[in-house]
């Protein structure tokens, strides 16, 4: 959430509420204040994301060994200055917030089509502030990743902001680190901005909402009310519109127009009608129509943290409690259990399936003019429905459906898509729930892996992938995953997935900083994504069948690194045989072939054939790209193409509407690759 326009206006005209500050001091005045406390900061994590991926490299699909070292680097800074993190991300969002998240996301759309647009233009990643996208599933990943560095995170289960300011205040911390204006508006501890922390000499500014108040002459109990009237994410500013030109008008004929006027006025207008109420209660003592009350009744609602009234509010409405829509088909003890580690933030989406029955995913770095890789929404439906079938039931009719909320390039995001569950594919009875999630006899482990190699239909190679550790079983399950699912990857597409995940295990995050790429390939783009994508998806699996590996090994830092990647795979199409591809090293070579062997082997039970295919990649006036060179790159002119016509695919009973695709000009419209041979029976 954010208020429209707050944070502008208390930056250029209003000043005196961005006070820098000393963390440091600030954390030694904490404590002389509170003694016997350590001085805490609650970071905002979805907030963080954009300062802490400053990696020059991000089209490729992530330097995350890299992005683990700046991470580890922000938490020293803070200890150093004796102060204690605990992190917090989005664990769901509320459908109150869905127009506003859907609009954004379609914006993001439009962005990512335009990089696309540059990078095939240009042979280069954009070197635009407006030209930029996260790496695909960073706001996943991160949270494990500073558990993973012995960080506090949390996942919440409402919206982020709220139990950010509850947590705050009920711990007395020192502050909240983020860059949302809400932050001001609750009635909660100081709140510090992350765009202007220096971690050199650790100074930042801290937005007053004390100040702020005094100069609007406001009470704190008006915030929401001043909020809502601007505009977040909750009340829109249409639905606001008539009143706040009402505000604008009365104002100007008082003061005139000056520079913030409409914060001015707004103000104004309340604290007109806060002393004409004489006893009246609520919202109802201003000239509003029904809609408008019950939308800013509901808006001022959510920024009350437990115990805190409002005078704008007749009375308060309940808090309402976490509801769990498919508790009836689940056992108890696993519901609370995925509850206890979803807020923890050990597991991934399984407390959206059962208590939300709602899973969205965000932008993806995906070309809306590739026609043989289909997005990832599509391409991971099949293991998406297996792992809702681990824990809903399947013959329903359709009745029992999960809501996703998946964004892709012809996706309009008008509805959700309603998913139905689908059951494993190998001939074994159901998997026993409650004895993947809490036995641990020594036949439960072999039992939860081979459940989570059949959510990708590869039950039957339990056996064979015993010799390889957890993070090449994770390669393994999504190289061949997607070699069969697209039918369109090439032994070179497979060469340069393999041979990376091989050489990132034994580089450090420095020698992959060193690595250079002669030009950016769009299609490797998209191949990094979807790989990257797929890791979500298997730390989802692995959170289903009680967690067979460890979740560190699945990561991405332990798995790919999107230089090499890019890198592998512009040598591997160039025709670079496997020895040079593996750097001249016989154990990693040896390592290389059998993990190929093995991936072969499946596709080729699966009737599908790998050949090579080395693209000629040829590009004009190419020249080599040198990644400390990014940042000096000049801006590119950009040429406007419209909108791709879409098409839409018959998914039969899934409702999915994601079955929209582009159409290329040249090679007619996108085709669904089939699914394996059990899938379509």
């Not at 007749?314 to 979803?342: F, N, T, W």
């Amino acid at each position: 959430m954010g208020v429209k326009g707050l944070q502008y206006f208390m930056e250029t005209s209003c000043p005196g509420t961005c006070v820098p500050v000393d963390l440091k001091q600030m954390a030694e005045n904490h404590v002389k204040d509170h003694p016997d406390t350590t001085a805490t900061v609650v970071v905002d994590g979805m907030a963080c994301l954009r300062y802490w991926y400053r990696c020059q490299a991000w089209v490729h699909g992530g330097q995350w060994q890299e992005y683990m070292h700046i991470l580890q680097e922000f938490i020293s800074a803070f200890t150093a200055a004796g102060i204690r993190l605990v992190f917090f991300f989005d664990g769901t969002v509320e459908e109150q917030k869905r127009t506003e998240w859907v609009k954004r996301r379609l914006r993001v759309n439009q962005d990512i089509a335009r990089i696309f647009q540059h990078i095939k233009a240009h042979n280069q990643q954009p070197n635009s502030r407006d030209l930029f996208c996260l790496p695909s599933g960073l706001a996943t990943f991160s949270r494990f990743a500073l558990k993973t560095l012995g960080q506090e995170t949390w996942c919440s289960v409402r919206e982020g902001d709220y139990e950010i300011a509850e947590y705050s205040l009920s711990h007395n911390c020192m502050g909240i680190l983020g860059q949302d204006t809400d932050f001001v508006i609750y009635n909660t501890v100081p709140y510090l901005s992350i765009s202007k922390l220096n971690l050199d000499n650790m100074t930042t500014v801290l937005l007053s909402r004390e100040t702020l108040c005094q100069v609007l002459k406001l009470h704190r109990s008006d915030l929401p009310l001043l909020a809502c009237m601007l505009g977040n994410d909750i009340v829109s500013e249409q639905q606001l519109q008539r009143l706040r030109n009402t505000a604008l008008r009365l104002f100007r004929k008082k003061h005139g127009q000056l520079q913030g006027d409409k914060v001015y006025a707004v103000a104004d207008f309340i604290n007109v009608h806060r002393s004409r109420s004489e006893g009246t209660f609520g919202v109802s003592s201003l000239p509003l129509i029904e809609a408008e009350k019950e939308a800013l009744e509901k808006g001022i609602h959510m920024y009350l943290l437990p115990g805190q009234m409002s005078p704008w509010l007749e009375c308060r409405r309940p808090s309402s409690e976490s509801l769990c829509l498919m508790g009836k088909y689940v056992p108890r003890d696993i519901l609370q259990a995925a509850k206890e580690k979803h807020t923890r933030a050990e597991c991934f989406m399984i407390y959206n399936v059962l208590y939300d029955g709602v899973v969205d995913c965000s932008n993806t770095l995906e070309d809306e003019d590739e026609v043989e890789l289909p997005p990832q929404a599509i391409l991971y439906l099949p293991v998406r429905e297996r792992i809702y079938g681990l824990f809903l039931p399947i013959q329903s009719g359709g009745s029992v459906s999960v809501n996703e909320w998946f964004v892709f390039p012809g996706n309009p995001l008008k509805e959700p898509n309603r998913v139905t569950p689908k059951p494993l594919n190998h001939p074994k009875e159901p998997p026993d729930l409650m004895a993947l999630w809490f036995r641990t006899y020594p036949e439960v482990k072999r039992n939860q892996v081979s459940t989570l190699l059949g959510v990708f239909d590869l039950y039957e190679l339990t056996e064979e992938l015993q010799q390889f550790d957890s993070p090449l079983i994770a390669v393994f399950c999504l190289v061949t995953y997607i070699t069969i699912q697209t039918r369109h990857l090439s032994l070179e597409d497979i060469d340069a997935y393999l041979c990376q995940a091989v050489c990132v295990r034994f580089k450090t995050f420095t020698q992959l900083q060193q690595l250079r790429t002669p030009f950016v390939d769009p299609r490797a783009v998209q191949l990094g994504s979807l790989f990257v994508r797929g890791l979500t998806y298997l730390i989802a699996a692995n959170s289903a069948c009680g967690f067979p590996f460890p979740m560190g090994e699945l990561m991405p830092w332990k798995t790919f690194d999107g230089l090499l990647f890019h890198s592998k795979y512009l040598k591997a199409h160039s025709g670079c045989p496997s020895e040079e591809l593996l750097e001249g090293n016989p154990s990693w070579t040896s390592l290389f072939l059998s993990i190929r062997e093995l991936v072969l082997e499946a596709c080729r039970r699966r009737g599908v054939s790998v050949h090579s295919q080395p693209r000629r990649l040829q590009y004009s006036e190419v020249r080599p790209v040198d990644v400390d060179d990014l940042n000096r790159e000049r801006r590119p002119q950009l040429h406007h193409t419209g909108r791709q016509e879409f098409s839409q695919l018959h998914r039969g009973p899934v409702h999915y509407q994601q079955g929209y695709r582009p159409r290329h000009p040249k090679r007619g419209r996108y085709h669904l690759a089939p699914r394996w041979p059990h899938s379509q029976s």
